[in-house]
């Protein structure tokens, strides 16, 4: 349409004719939305904080606290508890056996996943049957699986020291659990064939999502089987492995029950990890104020290893 200076105006777009009723209904029922998604997380929110917030409040609190079991009025002491853990050579040592007992462990069950993942990924009769054979340590009850190792471990009627004799490698039986030398190896070979399920299927799955033409081009150049392991297959399991390893490395160190229901944390405290020290610090010694220090003393190493693994996890969502 022309003006009376006899220049074109441009005609409204029908952005612009749209009524600004429409608009306020449109921002109102977003807004909506977001009121009813927050709704929707409100229930799973309040349990999480009973479940988790409320029991970790609590040990903070506590590890402020002269807190006896069985006492009331909880005395304030500050970082009495800390200083004096820091300087306990006994903590300190669990400590210690927890890092041994935690990177061992995971470091074999890497490997010995992997392994098992490449042979799972490979086209052989029963191969349905092998996968499943392989979950059984996995989904086999935690505390009867450690019972029949226990069983297994028995220097009077054990399968271990019955098939040492028998091969001629040994003359008395071994007492596995009873040894200081021989219970912490004891109790990582049980939390290894535990856990080493747990990378084996998702390596196995991290494998299968490997496209096959990188593999087709890869041997078109000339690529041996151990170059394609290292620039192809590997490469595209690192986020996975990333993933499992920290994941596992939190429960191993974290790993309460196997431990005790081996060893309750003996011979002596071989095998007393910071769950079983904290465990009897409180329990046993009633000092539960002292005993809730420790996983606090440990929290900020473990808050770093939860941001790394959900840092992981966003990013390989993002690239996928």
């Not at 040492?164 to 659990?177: H, S, Y």
């Not at 297959?233 to 939190?250: A, E, K, M, N, Y």
């Amino acid at each position: 349409m022309a003006n009376s200076s006899g220049s074109v105006r441009p005609l409204p777009s029908l952005t612009d004719q749209q009524p600004v009723t429409t608009r306020r209904k449109r921002a109102w029922w977003a807004r909506e939305e977001v009121f009813l998604g927050y709704a929707l997380l409100l229930p799973a929110l309040l349990v999480l904080g009973l479940i988790v917030g409320y029991p970790a409040v609590s040990g903070i609190w506590y590890s402020f606290h002269n807190k006896m079991i069985g006492f009331a009025n909880p005395r304030w002491v500050g970082l009495q508890h800390y200083s004096e853990l820091i300087q306990n050579p006994a903590v300190q040592l669990s400590i210690w056996r927890t890092a041994v007992f935690a990177v061992v462990s995971v470091g074999i069950k890497l490997v010995l996943g992997l392994g098992v993942a490449l042979l799972l990924n490979q086209n052989f009769r029963g191969r349905a049957l092998a996968r499943g054979v392989v979950l059984l340590p996995w989904s086999l009850p935690l505390v009867v699986g450690v019972l029949i190792w226990s069983w297994m471990y028995s220097d009077l009627f054990g399968v271990f020291n019955y098939l040492l004799i028998k091969a001629g490698l040994i003359r008395q039986p071994l007492n596995f659990l009873g040894d200081r030398d021989l219970a912490m190896p004891s109790v990582i070979l049980v939390n290894i064939w535990r856990g080493f399920p747990f990378f084996a299927v998702n390596l196995l799955a991290g494998l299968q999502a490997i496209p096959d033409d990188l593999y087709e081009a890869g041997r078109v150049d000339g690529a041996n089987r151990w170059q394609l392991f290292r620039h192809i297959t590997l490469p595209g399991l690192r986020t996975v492995i990333l993933i499992v390893s920290l994941l596992s490395f939190i429960w191993t160190a974290n790993d309460f029950t196997s431990i005790w229901v081996l060893t309750r944390g003996g011979p002596g405290t071989a095998t007393e990890i910071f769950p079983i020290i904290t465990y009897k610090i409180a329990f046993i010694g009633l000092e539960l104020g002292r005993a809730a220090a420790i996983p606090v003393m440990l929290l900020p190493f473990f808050t770093v290893l939860i941001v790394l693994l959900t840092r992981t996890i966003t990013q390989r969502e993002a690239e996928s």
